[in-house]
C-alpha cells in the first residue's frame, strides 16, 4: 500500500479497512453473528476498531454480521464519524467507572478500550483514570463472569493495557518482551495510568484462572495514525499540527528520547487477534520492532514529509514544556520484542514508519478540526 498524489483521507482510511480486514480476516468471522461490546470505542482506537466492524459487516459478513455496542462517556463529544455509523450500530453513553447499565443483554466479546490515554490529559485527571481501568474494568469482568455462570457463550476479554506497564526499562531489557517485570514508580506523575494497566491485568489474569474465563490484555507499543485527534497532545498529532499551521515543529525535550511507533491499522488488526485468538491469561505486546526512532529523528522526519506533501518551509526548534511534569519519569527508550503475538497468533505488521507518516499526515490534512 502507497499513498500516491491523488490519496484523500477517505481512501486512505478505505484502504486501512480493506489491510485489517484481510490481516485479521479468520478473527473477524469467528466474531460473525455475535454481540461485541466496545467500550471507549469514540476514541482514537475505538476509530478504527469500530470502523473495521462495519465495514466487515457491509462488504464480507455474508448475512450474519457481528453486532456491535460502543459505550463511552464523550467527555470529547460524539465524533462526526461515528455520529455517521449510528444506524449501523448501537451507541450509549456510559461512563465505565459507573455502575453497568441493567439492560445490558448478552455480549459475546468484550474490549475495554475506554481511559484516558494521554499523558497530558490523564495527569489532569489522576483518579479518574485509575477508576475506568480498574473500576470499570472490574465491573466488566463481574459481567462476564456472570455470563459464564447462566450459561452463556464468552468467547473473549480483552483489556487494553500498555507499553507503560514496563516503565523505564534497564537497558538489558531493551527491547522488551512479555516477560519483562517492568521498572515503575507507584507514585509518580504517570503512576495513576501504569500502576492502574498494571493492577488491570493483574485482574484479568485472575479472572481467566479462578473463573475460567477467556480473558487478555494487549499492551500497545505507541500506536499513530488517522483517528488520533490534532489536540490528543500526543507527539505525532502535536508534530503534524505544527506543519498544518505553517510554524516551526516545537519539541518540548532534548529529543534523544527513542521510540518504535506502529500504525493503527496493523495494530487493530493485531487486537482483533488477541481478542479471539489469544490465550486466556496471557498479555501481548503489539507495536513494532524497528525502526527505534528518536524524536530529533522524528521531527525531521515530519519535516520533509510536510514539504513533500503541503510545501512546508518550517524546522524544528526545542522549547521546555510549561508542565512541570511533562518528561518526569518518561521512559528514555521503548521498543518491543513481538515474537509472542507473531509467532502465537500471526500478527505481522506491515505498514513501515514512512509510510504510516504519510499516511497519517495526508489523513490530517483532510481532518484539520482543531488546527490552531
Ligand atoms: N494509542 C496508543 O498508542 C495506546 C498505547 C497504550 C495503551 N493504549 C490504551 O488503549 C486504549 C485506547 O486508547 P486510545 O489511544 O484510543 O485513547 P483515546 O483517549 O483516544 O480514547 C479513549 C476513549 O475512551 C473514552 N473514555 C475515557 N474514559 C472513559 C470512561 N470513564 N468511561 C467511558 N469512556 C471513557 C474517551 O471518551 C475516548 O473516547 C486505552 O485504554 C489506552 O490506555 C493506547
Not at 12 to 17: A, C, E, S
Not at 28 to 34: C, E, F
Not at 131 to 141: I, K, M, T, Y
Request: aromatic residues 10%.
Amino acid at each position: 500500500m502507497s499513498v500516491n498524489t491523488n490519496d484523500t483521507a477517505d481512501t486512505i482510511v478505505h484502504q486501512d479497512l480493506e489491510h485489517i480486514c484481510a490481516s485479521a480476516g479468520g478473527e473477524l468471522t469467528r466474531m460473525a453473528g455475535k454481540r461485541l461490546l466496545i467500550t471507549g470505542g469514540a476514541g482514537f482506537l475505538g476509530y478504527y476498531l469500530v470502523q473495521t466492524i462495519t465495514h466487515y459487516n457491509a462488504t464480507r459478513s455474508a448475512g450474519h454480521p457481528i453486532e456491535l455496542t460502543v459505550f463511552d462517556n464523550f467527555s470529547r463529544g460524539v465524533p462526526q464519524w461515528l455520529e455517521g455509523l449510528r444506524s449501523k450500530l448501537n451507541l450509549v453513553r456510559h461512563d465505565v467507572r459507573h455502575p453497568l447499565p441493567t439492560n445490558m443483554g448478552h455480549f459475546d466479546f468484550i474490549i475495554h478500550a475506554a481511559s484516558i490515554a494521554s499523558p497530558t490529559i490523564y495527569r489532569q485527571d489522576p483518579i479518574g483514570t485509575m477508576d475506568a481501568n480498574v473500576n470499570g474494568l472490574r465491573s466488566l469482568l463481574e459481567y462476564f463472569k456472570g455470563e459464564k455462570e447462566t450459561g452463556r457463550p464468552v468467547g473473549g476479554f480483552l483489556f487494553y493495557s500498555s507499553s507503560e506497564i514496563y516503565g523505564d526499562p534497564d537497558a538489558a531489557n531493551i527491547p522488551t518482551a512479555e516477560d519483562y517485570r517492568g521498572s515503575v514508580s507507584c507514585t509518580g506523575p504517570r503512576a495513576c495510568y501504569d500502576e492502574a494497566k498494571r493492577y488491570g491485568e493483574t485482574l484479568c489474569v485472575n479472572f481467566a484462572r479462578q473463573h475460567g474465563l477467556p480473558v487478555k490484555a494487549a499492551r500497545p507499543f505507541n500506536n499513530y495514525g488517522p483517528g488520533l485527534k490534532i489536540t490528543d497532545g500526543r507527539v505525532i498529532p502535536d508534530f503534524a499540527r505544527d506543519v498544518l499551521c505553517g510554524r516551526d515543529i516545537v519539541m518540548l525535550s532534548d529529543g534523544s528520547a527513542t521510540r518504535t511507533f506502529c500504525y493503527s491499522a496493523d495494530a487493530v488488526a493485531g487486537y482483533y487477534k488477541v481478542l479471539v485468538r489469544g490465550r486466556a491469561g496471557e498479555a501481548y505486546n503489539i507495536g513494532v520492532e524497528k525502526p527505534e526512532i528518536s524524536m530529533a529523528q522524528l521531527g525531521e522526519r515530519i519535516v520533509a514529509l510536510g514539504a513533500k506533501l503541503y510545501g512546508y518551509r518550517g524546522k524544528v526548534v526545542r522549547q521546555t514544556s510549561g508542565d512541570a511534569d511533562y518528561l518526569v519519569d518518561n521512559p528514555n527508550r521503548r521498543c518491543p520484542i513481538i515474537t509472542k503475538a507473531r509467532t502465537e497468533l500471526g500478527y505481522e505488521p506491515k505498514i513501515d514508519l514512512d509510510e504510516g507518516l504519510r499516511r497519517s499526515m495526508v489523513w490530517y490534512g483532510g481532518n484539520r478540526e482543531g488546527v490552531a
